[in-house]
């Protein structure tokens, strides 16, 4: 298939990258804001602005998939640049599946669990009530109603709403990583620093390892002609809540394990408005229905995998 993955030289994009080019014809796009990497091998690139609505058109109307990760991503990054991450994350999206509309292109997409605000139901699934918080929260939730109606009648639009990614990979020696709090925390362990729990620490989230949000990327575009013409929405996720507490503590024995000298420093929370709830549990069943999903990783594999990353 030709598949364009926009965003492709981040997190996310240059893994995906690396596990589908020798299957696929990949191009991708990327305008280097946020790049942990200049090229891959193997892979057409273009150094382009996704907001560049005539040149996307031209590229992708040749395409069999388009894969958008390009985005201004993560809570911190958007509320610093609010008006770039609607620029980005809402209008160069819309514009993005007005172009799937045109020429029946089918579309993956990430929204983020960001869009609900703070849950008001546990277990989470895709109907749960989105009432985004924060700039990042509204630039997915309009851009996931904008799919939602472009995409009726003309094309799959399989959006992902992603829990808390973890892990690391490497591409031509070097670490790829974003730093969320369980890879900032085995960064800060290997250095010999304390961990910083914010407290109460009971507070917990679910967290997915890269390999396995990746894999449920290939499974759907491994099925993507199994899918109507119509936006669906799945939850990716773990399934498994975990405490902060615990996380720490996993942490903490690993690095022990290894000789390195950290330890868990419970701390006043600066975070004023921080979900608290001590079980984020998140329902999982349609995308286990739909795709067979099932992460290879548990909380505790996870993160001795990331200690023995050899690079
Ligand atoms: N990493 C996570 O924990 C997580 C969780 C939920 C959802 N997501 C979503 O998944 C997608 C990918 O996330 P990621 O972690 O790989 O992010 P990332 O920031 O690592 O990668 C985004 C890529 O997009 C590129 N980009 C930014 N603006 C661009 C523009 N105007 N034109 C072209 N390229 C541009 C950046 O240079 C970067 O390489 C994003 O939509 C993000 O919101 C990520």
């Given at each position: 298939m030709k598949i364009l993955i926009t965003g492709i030289l981040g997190y996310i994009g240059s893994r995906l990258a690396i596990l589908t080019r020798d299957k696929h014809e990949i191009t991708g796009i990327d305008?280097?804001?946020?790049?942990?990497?200049?090229k891959i091998d193997g892979i057409d690139l273009y150094n382009l602005d996704i907001r560049d609505h005539k040149k996307i058109e031209s590229i992708a109307s040749k395409l069999d998939l388009i894969v958008h990760l390009a985005a201004i991503s993560g809570v911190d990054t958007c509320k610093k640049n609010p008006l770039l991450a609607h620029d980005v994350n809402t209008l160069a999206t819309i514009n993005l599946a007005w172009i799937c509309r045109q020429n029946q292109i089918p579309l993956i997409f990430p929204t983020s669990m960001a869009m609900l605000g703070d849950p008001v139901k546990f277990p989470i699934d895709e109907k749960h009530p989105r009432k985004p918080k924060n700039i990042y929260g509204y630039t997915k939730y309009i851009a996931e109603q904008n799919i939602n109606l472009y995409a009726q009648n003309s094309f799959p639009a399989i959006m992902f709403m992603t829990s808390n990614i973890y892990g690391h990979h490497i591409i031509d020696g070097k670490l790829i990583l974003k730093n969320t709090v369980i890879n900032k925390f085995i960064g800060l362990a290997k250095n010999g620093k304390p961990l910083t729990v914010y407290s109460p620490g009971t507070q917990a989230r679910d967290f997915l390892h890269l390999e396995d949000t990746v894999r449920a990327y290939i499974d759907v575009i491994n099925k993507i002609n199994e899918f109507k013409n119509e936006a669906l929405t799945m939850t990716l996720a773990s399934g498994k809540s975990t405490q902060m507490n615990d996380i720490a503590e996993i942490i903490f024995n690993e690095a022990q394990k290894r000789g390195y000298k950290t330890k868990i420093n419970l701390i006043k929370n600066p975070r004023n408005n921080e979900t608290l709830t001590d079980n984020f549990k998140i329902n999982i069943s349609k995308i286990e229905e739909l795709i067979n999903f099932k992460p290879m990783f548990t909380i505790q594999s996870g993160i001795k995998e990331i200690f023995d990353l050899k690079y």
């Open positions: 305008n280097g804001y946020a790049a942990q990497i200049s």
